[in-house]
Every structure is written in C-alpha cells, then in structure tokens.
C-alpha cells in the first residue's frame, strides 16, 4: 500500500490553513480530482467520527465515495478515512506546522486499496504518480488562496 506524501510552505497562519483545508465545500476549488461533496447523517461540519460523500472526477470517469474524518486537531491535524461501500479506499491527512513565515502543510495519502481492486480500476493507469502530482495540485491551490486571504 503506497503511502504519498507532500509539503508546503505558506505565509498565513496555522489557522487559516486548516480552516481551508477542513472545509468540504472548498476542497472542490483546491483539489484536481476531488468535486466537492455533502455531510451525512446529520453532520455539518468536520469533527471526529462526522462522515461525508466525497464527489469526484477524473478522465470523464465520476464517482461517490464515504469519507468518515477520524483526526480533528485545529489547527494542526485533519484526517479521514475514506471507503467506497465496504471496501477500504485511502486515508488522506494533512498537518499543519507553524513557522515564523506562516506554517507548513503536508498532506498525505496512504492507499488502501487491495491488489484485486487496483486491477480492475478505471481512470489512471499509475495512481501514485497521479496522487503525488494531484496533492502537488492541491497544496499550490490551498496555498494560493489562504495567501491571498491572508493580506
């Protein structure tokens, strides 16, 4: 199970980041593959054990998956689980370290697809080059906008 991870450095504080970053609504706007998606069962907003449908997009392929957050630590720690009905998918986290510019913002991915998954997947041909490049995408656009909210 390949486990990416990536990181950047942004001048605005720790809690700008991670209110970005743990807002569903906005991840469509950060993310080249995610679409956005909708709180479940009542949730409105992130906390642990919340769950949410994740919407996503690539190569004219769409689908849904389950998202349950299972670390809540503003503004240093947001993590969640995702599955697609019973099968395991990825865990994606971020963590969020404060620096004398701002803070850095790692975001990673471990995914936890089986074999007999992965082969008959559609959409990318090389998940982890697409992933390491797809949180590259994601952590220039978080970065791009808590910047400019930042001034």
């Not at 995702?82 to 975001?107: D, Q």
Request: some cysteine; aromatic content about 8%; glycine content about 8%.
């Amino acid at each position: 199970m390949a486990a990416i991870s990536r990181s950047i450095d942004i001048a605005a504080p720790a809690e700008v980041v991670f209110a970005a970053i743990s807002d569903l609504a906005r991840m469509g706007e950060f993310s080249p593959e995610n679409t956005g998606g909708e709180w479940l069962r009542g949730a409105r907003g992130p906390a642990v054990g919340a769950k949410f449908r994740g919407t996503n997009a690539q190569h004219g392929n769409e689908w849904k998956t389950t998202a349950t957050i299972v670390t809540y630590l503003p503004p240093t720690e947001f993590a969640f689980e995702v599955t697609y009905g019973p099968l395991k998918v990825a865990r994606w986290s971020y963590s969020i370290v404060s620096t004398h510019a701002g803070c850095t913002l790692t975001e990673s991915s471990l995914d936890r697809r089986s074999s007999l998954i992965k082969r008959f997947e559609k959409g990318t041909s090389n998940r982890e080059e697409f992933t390491g490049t797809s949180i590259e995408t994601t952590l220039a656009n978080v970065k791009a906008a808590c910047e400019a909210a930042a001034q």
